[in-house]
Structure formats: structure tokens, C-alpha cells
């Protein structure tokens, strides 16, 4: 099992939002030995400055490419919901 770790940045300035997919990190924490979603999430309406990190977020597949592209579409997911307009 391959486990990638990201760093999201705020490509523009951003409140952050009360709802997303990490919802369920919070509702639901995971076991002692299970990998989160996501981390190091911020308060809901904290203002996020451009170029600043906004959240980590956890990805796990079987081979180094199929774990970067989790990564890459989790990232996708995030820009929608905190970007959407």
C-alpha cells in the first residue's frame, strides 16, 4: 500500500467554508492505525490568504501512480468546493 500526503495552497484568497469533504473526518475520526482524509483543517470562516496552506489531505492505493492521481482528483474536489462560484 502506497499513502501520499498534499498540502493545499490557496491559489486566491478564500474564506473557508463550514461544508466539504471533510466533514466526515470530523464526525467520524479515524482508528489509531487508519490514515484521515484530511488534516490540519482550518475553522470555518477563516479568511485564507493567496499562496497560504489551507489543509493536508491523505491518499493510499496500491501503486505510486494510482496514489498521485487520488491525490490529483481529491485536490480537483477541493478547488470546486472552495472556489465554486
Same mark, same amino acid.
Given at each position: 500500500?502506497?499513502? #501520499?500526503?498534499? %498540502?493545499?495552497?490557496? @491559489?486566491?484568497?478564500? $474564506? !473557508? ?27 470555518? #470562516?477563516?479568511? %485564507?490568504?493567496?499562496? @497560504?496552506?489551507?489543509? $493536508? !489531505? ?28
Amino acid at each position: 500500500m502506497i499513502v #501520499g500526503k498534499a %498540502i493545499l495552497f490557496a @491559489r486566491e484568497t478564500v $474564506t !473557508f467554508p463550514t461544508d466539504g469533504p471533510w466533514q466526515a473526518t470530523l464526525g467520524d475520526p479515524p482508528g489509531l492505525w487508519e490514515i484521515p482524509r484530511f488534516a490540519d483543517l482550518p475553522h470555518a #470562516g477563516e479568511r %485564507i490568504e493567496a499562496g @497560504r496552506p489551507i489543509l $493536508t !489531505f491523505f491518499a493510499a492505493a496500491e501503486s505510486h501512480p494510482h496514489c498521485r492521481a487520488a491525490l490529483r482528483e481529491t485536490a480537483r474536489d477541493l478547488d470546486r468546493t472552495l472556489y465554486a462560484r
